[in-house]
């Protein structure tokens, strides 16, 4: 997990700021609501990086079956 996640922590860490820059200066959202949302993006941030594992590790499991002839 923490690989995939290191991978893409710059693109995910630009996306979040873009993100709180909209929401600060076109939703003229407050502080509480800009922090609220930049934790949810961070936690779903690492459960992507946690189901992107996963599914490496079946996408894995099915190549290395299919080298074995099963």
Known sequence: MWQQYR???IPIQ???LSLVVVLHFWFK???PTILVA????EIASLFGALWSRRLSRRIEAGHNKTRLGH
Do not use: S
């Open 14 to 16: 630009f996306v979040i």
């Open 29 to 31: 959202a407050n502080v």
């Open 38 to 41: 930049v934790v949810t993006m």
């Open 7 to 9: 991978k893409t922590l």
